[in-house]
C-alpha cells in the first residue's frame, strides 16, 4: 500500500480546532477543509483511494458499509467521543472511496447567540402554520432552525418531531420533549413519518427537507390542522420558495394548495451566510412574513407580486428583502461590497442601493 493511513478521529480533530466547517477527503489530493467558506489543503500527503477507504471504515458499522457497496452513497451523522459530531456523506469518484464531513456544533446557539433578528422569537410563539428555512447548502439553515427549536426548548413545554437524513442537531430536552427520527433507520421516508407525525400529538414539527410532492401535502396538512411546522427548501428567496411548492403539484391541484398555502404559510426565511470582513461569516436572511396582501397574492397567484409587498410591509412586521440586509452590512463595513454582489440574487437592485452610499 503506497500510501499512509492517516487516524481519521485525529483528522477531524483539527477540523474542529481549526474552527473549520467541512473535511474532504479524495484521493489524488491531500485532505482539504473548508475554513469560512473557502478550501484549504492540509500540509500533508495526498491520499489514495485505498488510504481513504480503510480511514472512512474504520468509523462505520457492518451494516453502514453493505449500504455504502450497495448503492455507493451513504449519508450518516456521527458523534465522536472528545471530538465531535459530525455529518457525513461517502461516495465514489473513478472507482475510488471519497467522503465529505460536516461539523455540527454540539452547543446549540440560541437565537441571540446568531445575532438573529428579534422577529424569529415572535414567529415561534406561532400556534400553528407553516416556517420555511431556505438557501442553498452550507448557507446555515439547520443551525438557524435548530437556534428556534432551541428557543422553544427554552420557554415551553411543547412535544417536538424532528424527522431528518441524518439527524443533526440533538436537543436535551429542557421545557419540551423531543423525539428525533431518523429517515433509514426510525422510518422509511420524510412522507411516511409525517403521515405517522399526526398520531403521536406534536406541538411541533421539524422536516428536514421537503423534497416530494407527498412530504409537501403532508407538511401542509400538519400545519393546517394546528402545529407549528418548520421545513427547508434548496430555494434563494421568498417568492421562489412559494412557487417551488406550487409547482411541485400538477395544475389541476394547484388552485387548492395555493389556498392552503396562504391560510397556513406562516413565514420564508432564505439566507445565504457572506464571508465577514476580517474573517468569519455572517448570515443574510431575508424574510417574508404572510399578511393578508401576501395571503391574497399567493391565493390568485400572483406570487411575482410579493416582492414589492415585502419592500412595503418593513418596519412592524419584520420582513426585510436580502438587498436591504446587504446595504446595511455593507455601510457597517461587515461584508465587503465585492462579496454582496457576489451571493445577490438582485445585483442590479444591490449596485443601484450601493450608489447611493458611493
Not at 422577529?119 to 400553528?128: N, T, V
Not at 411516511?192 to 401542509?220: C, F, S
Request: overall charge negative; hydrophobic content about 40%; proline content about 4%.
Amino acid at each position: 500500500m503506497g500510501n499512509i493511513t492517516l487516524d481519521i478521529r485525529k483528522l477531524l480533530k483539527n477540523v474542529v480546532a481549526y474552527k473549520a466547517s467541512d473535511l474532504h477527503l479524495v484521493s489524488r489530493s491531500e485532505p482539504q477543509i473548508r475554513i469560512d467558506g473557502r478550501l484549504v489543503p492540509l500540509n500533508l500527503p495526498k491520499l489514495d483511494g485505498e488510504a481513504i477507504e480503510e480511514m472512512c471504515y474504520s468509523i462505520i458499522t457492518e451494516k453502514q458499509k453493505k449500504s455504502f457497496e450497495e448503492h455507493k452513497e451513504l449519508d450518516f451523522a456521527i458523534q465522536i467521543p472528545e471530538v465531535g459530531r459530525f455529518r457525513a456523506n461517502y461516495y465514489r469518484t473513478m472507482d475510488d472511496v471519497a467522503a465529505a464531513f460536516r461539523v455540527i456544533p454540539t452547543h446549540i446557539p440560541s437565537i441571540d447567540d446568531l445575532e438573529a433578528p428579534q422577529i424569529y422569537k415572535k414567529l415561534i410563539q406561532r400556534e400553528k402554520g407553516l416556517i420555511l428555512v431556505t438557501g442553498p447548502t452550507g448557507s446555515g439553515k439547520s443551525t438557524t432552525l435548530a437556534a428556534m427549536l432551541n428557543e422553544i426548548n427554552m420557554t415551553e413545554r411543547k412535544h417536538i418531531i424532528t424527522v431528518e437524513d441524518p439527524i443533526e442537531f440533538v436537543h436535551e430536552n429542557n421545557q419540551a420533549l423531543f423525539s428525533h427520527r431518523n429517515v433509514g433507520t426510525d422510518t422509511d421516508s420524510f412522507s411516511h413519518a409525517l403521515k405517522y407525525a399526526l398520531r403521536e400529538d406534536p406541538d411541533v414539527i421539524l422536516i428536514g427537507e421537503m423534497r416530494d410532492k407527498e412530504t409537501i401535502a403532508a407538511a401542509l396538512t400538519a400545519a393546517e390542522t394546528g402545529h407549528l411546522v418548520f421545513g427547508t427548501l434548496h430555494t434563494n428567496s421568498a417568492a421562489q420558495t412559494v412557487n417551488r411548492i406550487i409547482d411541485v403539484f400538477s395544475g389541476d391541484e394547484q388552485p387548492q394548495v395555493r389556498a392552503q398555502l396562504s391560510t397556513s404559510l406562516v413565514a420564508v426565511i432564505s439566507q445565504a451566510l457572506l464571508p465577514k470582513v476580517g474573517g468569519g461569516r455572517v448570515a443574510v436572511p431575508e424574510i417574508l412574513i404572510t399578511n393578508p396582501a401576501i395571503a391574497n397574492l399567493i391565493r390568485e397567484d400572483k406570487v411575482h407580486q410579493i416582492y414589492s409587498q415585502m419592500q412595503l410591509g418593513q418596519g412592524e412586521s419584520g420582513m426585510q428583502t436580502q438587498t436591504q440586509v446587504m446595504v446595511k452590512l455593507v455601510k457597517g463595513h461587515i461584508i465587503d461590497k465585492s462579496e454582496a454582489l457576489r451571493f445577490s440574487t438582485r445585483p442590479d437592485e444591490l449596485i443601484k442601493a450601493l450608489q447611493h452610499i458611493g
